[in-house]
């Protein structure tokens, strides 16, 4: 047998982030807390699908009428107009004037790589400025898409909150028409979001330069509420992508739903938008999943589920904003050094903690909790039953390693 | 669902799944593969390009294409005989550069439904060895060919029998990895659940089983039953390719023209290449067509 044609392959690296969970797996202490992946967990500990989730499904698997065709390239139209309506508003004027492209896309990921392989093709501009820090996939997404990335202040870490000069700074002087990354709201890791009065300054500055806005919104929970930075960007009636998920505010991870919006100056700029998105996909897997969108078309389109999903959407969020008020109590109670207000400031699932490295290798090795090195911790791994281990963990780290 | 995935294309007891020698990973359907192929043999053979036969699916080009892969073509359907060109086949594949990259439909070839013999494959094989070829099976119609799913994959086995690294629709583990991340994250759940659910159980996959050859046998049945009808008609025309070629698709040689006018006369939609899909056509439709092809093509 002839040598391998793939003998020069090098083995690649774990993903950071998933690598944390096999650490965590192996470790066989009882005590072991997984604070990595940011995905829901109840108070046990488990993952859950939602009820609204299961009531769908059974309505989808008893409809004998069902079939498993093809979707169109654009993915289930019923999924693409309620997402639309989900992000941008029921009312939004871009959508009453069919200014704006919705196709069904891989979840959040797919969303943004399909958007930026578009750009790449079809806009003068190839920079993509994204915050620093930011999720660790966006570089790879859209540098394989063919952009180039650079970034822009975002976060500070002397006072865990939003480096807002830095970040106006360095979009001031961006070249004309540059593409930004946005994160809607929930910033991951950090959980740090600008102001309503800050997203204005921002718009405007945006607007002044023509920078064009990317938004990944992965964590639209408090429905209206949480689009409201988009939303503000649309009402000035410019231009901007959307990429958005359904993993997490309807808890479908592994179903992969999510969709990308374009928002255009005309329903013509719209449409032949859309038919360009078509070649983009095609040639990558040709048309969507069915089985995801169908649920989330089932729930959002009945008034009803709608109502019940956004109940028990409340219940998620109501559980993570408890957990991140008792961390900071147990840590108050501890009389642990610093200042640890951003636990209870910051937004969404996750925490910048403010440990380092050397801190978080400690918490690992002495109290079996695991996180991500930069010191972000998942809210939702948390239980009031185990808030006091890793109050405890943070106590020591904090006050014995450097 | 990738490890019963393997078993069915490589064979329950192949060496190679106990040798551990194939990586693989759940991809989106046969496109997300394709493309997740060329991604990979951008990256790790940057040089390489795709020979790609002619014709083929029109996807795979853009496919290609997009994963900045440059393409050449190799002879493969024979218009005169509606058959395989297998001699010039041949000759492609022997002036190919060694080690070329070489797309190969496994089964039931879309558009034309022209597979090479067994013999052929044996061929074919042969000479990828002394070439230093690789070759890159599509298959999207295992067990809708011939009904039996192992049968379906033979061109594959004899590729593995005689020693040949291959790719197939399903991929890379570690090396894929980086990729998919980048494009999806990770696969779609349902599907590979109701895969894996079917394939990893023996009742299960029985019935699965029945169910395509069922399928596969009614596509049979109405190539037999549109040639008689074509035949019957007196078409002048020869319609033995009809049975010959094999799985979804019949390449029926019309041209675009009469294409053309099967659609605005007779409301019967295909691809401007002449391409049927025979799962389209039922016992109460198929009398139609064959009078409506009939009527196109009998001036020639």
């Known amino acids: 047998m002839s040598d391998s044609v793939f003998a020069s392959v090098v083995q690649a690296p774990e993903d950071p982030i998933l690598g944390v969970t096999v650490a965590y797996n192996k470790d066989q202490s009882p005590v072991k807390l997984n604070l990595g992946v940011g995905a829901y967990r109840t108070e046990e500990g488990k993952p859950l699908v939602l009820n609204v989730v299961r009531k769908a499904e059974q309505m989808l698997v008893n409809d004998q009428s069902r079939v498993k065709e093809y979707l169109p390239i654009t993915g289930l139209a019923d999924f693409n107009k309620l997402s639309a309506k989900l992000i941008f508003g029921a009312n939004s004027p871009a959508i009453q004037e069919n200014r704006v492209t919705t196709v069904q896309c891989l979840s959040g990921t797919g969303s943004l790589r399909v958007g930026a392989e578009f750009l790449a093709r079809h806009y003068h501009e190839k920079t993509i400025y994204i915050p620093q820090p930011t999720w660790g996939n966006h570089p790879k997404v859209f540098t394989l898409a063919g952009l180039s990335v650079k970034s822009y202040r975002y976060y500070d870490p002397s006072t865990r909150g939003l480096d807002f000069s830095g970040l106006l700074e360095d979009l001031g002087s961006a070249p004309s028409g540059a593409i930004v990354l946005l994160h809607a709201c929930a910033h991951n890791p950090t959980g740090v979001d600008p102001t309503s009065d800050q997203w204005e300054q921002i718009r405007q500055l945006m607007r002044s330069k023509g920078l064009l806005p990317f938004f990944d919104s992965a964590y639209q929970r408090n429905l209206d509420a949480d689009a409201g930075s988009i939303r503000l960007f649309v009402a000035d009636g410019g231009e901007c992508l959307a990429a958005q998920s359904y993993a997490k505010n309807m808890g479908l991870y592994g179903e992969r739903v999510g969709a990308l919006s374009i928002v255009c100056k005309t329903a013509d700029v719209a449409t032949r938008v859309e038919s360009q998105l078509k070649l983009v996909i095609r040639p990558m897997y040709s048309n969507p999943p069915i089985h995801g969108a169908s649920i989330v078309a089932t729930i959002l389109k009945d008034g009803d589920m709608y109502t019940e999903w956004s109940v028990e959407l409340k219940a998620m969020a109501d559980r993570i904003i408890s957990m991140r008020q008792q961390l900071y109590d147990a840590l108050c109670a501890r009389g642990t050094p610093g200042d640890w207000s951003h636990i209870i400031k910051q937004i969404g699932m996750f925490t910048f903690t403010g440990l380092n490295t050397n801190q978080v290798a400690f918490m690992t090795k002495e109290y079996h909790i695991y996180m991500t090195s930069d010191g972000r911790i998942s809210m939702a791994g948390l239980s009031s039953r185990t808030v006091p281990h890793l109050a405890d963990a943070i106590h020591a780290a904090v006050t014995s390693v450097a | ?300």
């Open chain 2, 1 to 300: 669902m990738v490890e019963e995935t393997l078993k069915l294309a490589y064979g329950e007891n192949s060496d190679l799944l106990k040798d551990k020698r194939v990586a693989a990973v759940q991809a989106l359907s046969g496109t997300g593969a394709c493309r997740l192929f060329a991604d990979f043999q951008k990256r790790f053979s940057p040089d390489s390009q795709i020979y790609i036969p002619v014709p083929t699916w029109a996807n795979h080009h853009n496919i290609w294409r997009d994963a900045h892969v440059p393409q050449r073509t190799f002879h493969y359907y024979h218009p005169q005989s509606r058959g395989l060109d297998f001699a010039s086949m041949m000759d492609d594949i022997k002036n190919a550069p060694n080690g070329s990259f070489f797309l190969l439909h496994a089964c039931a070839h879309n558009p034309t439904g022209v597979d090479p013999s067994e013999e052929q494959w044996r061929e074919i094989s042969q000479q990828f060895k002394v070439k230093g070829h690789f070759a890159f099976f599509d298959m999207a119609y295992q067990g809708f060919a011939s009904g039996d799913p192992e049968r379906d994959a033979k061109s594959i086995r004899i590729f593995l029998e005689d020693g040949h690294l291959i790719g197939c629709p399903i991929l890379c583990k570690e090396y894929g990895t980086l990729w998919s991340e980048s494009w999806l994250s990770n696969p779609p759940v349902h599907g590979a659940l109701i895969v894996s659910t079917i394939l990893g159980d023996p009742d299960l996959k029985k019935l699965w089983l029945k169910e395509v050859k069922g399928m596969a046998d009614r596509i049979i049945g109405m190539r037999t039953t549109l040639r008689e009808n074509l035949e019957k008609l007196g078409s002048p025309l020869p319609w033995e390719h009809v049975t010959k070629q094999i799985g979804m698709f019949c390449y029926s040689g019309m041209t675009p023209e009469q294409v053309d006018r099967l659609t605005k006369e007779y409301h019967i939609y295909m691809t401007r290449n002449g391409r049927i899909s025979m799962a389209g056509v039922t016992t109460g439709n198929v009398g139609y067509l064959a009078n409506a092809i009939h009527e196109v093509t009998k001036s020639g």
